[in-house]
């Protein structure tokens, strides 16, 4: 059964960082992409960042570019998102889904499943 179990979050000052861990189980991460998405109160989820666990290509969303940064560690089956200074408008349920890399353009954020629970990230002072 594949699944997927964030964790990392919690409160954080302005300017603070977060590390993100994404666990992968039922499935290995070769040749499967890992999605970071996240949705804030009232607003649509989007997606952050994603990386191809195949050849380490990563992909960033505008608003995080500069500051979050994505990587993977096949050996555990892991892929995690260390977040530098953070902004309260990153205050949102971080979430992790994959996807085949196949026919994967490498930056979309269709085709993403298998969500895990979310984890919680709080930027406030």
């Known amino acids: 059964q594949v699944q997927l179990v964030e964790s990392g979050g919690g409160l954080v000052q302005p300017g603070g960082s977060l590390r993100l861990s994404c666990a992968a189980s039922?499935?290995?991460?070769?040749?499967?992409?890992i999605g970071w998405f996240r949705q804030a109160p009232g607003k649509e989820r989007e997606g952050i960042s994603c990386?191809?666990?195949?050849?380490?290509?990563?992909h960033y969303a505008d608003s995080v570019k500069g500051r979050f940064t994505i990587s993977r560690d096949n050996a555990k089956n892991t892929v995690y998102l260390q977040m530098n200074s953070l902004k309260p408008e990153d205050t949102a349920v971080y979430y992790c889904?994959?996807?085949?890399?196949?026919?994967?353009?490498?930056?979309?954020?269709?085709?993403?499943?298998?969500w895990g629970q979310g984890t919680q990230v709080t930027v406030s002072s």
């Open positions: 889904a994959t996807r085949s890399i196949e026919g994967w353009d490498g930056s979309s954020w269709t085709g993403f499943g298998s």
């Open positions: 039922g499935f290995f991460l070769d040749y499967h992409a």
């Open positions: 990386i191809s666990s195949s050849n380490g290509r990563t």
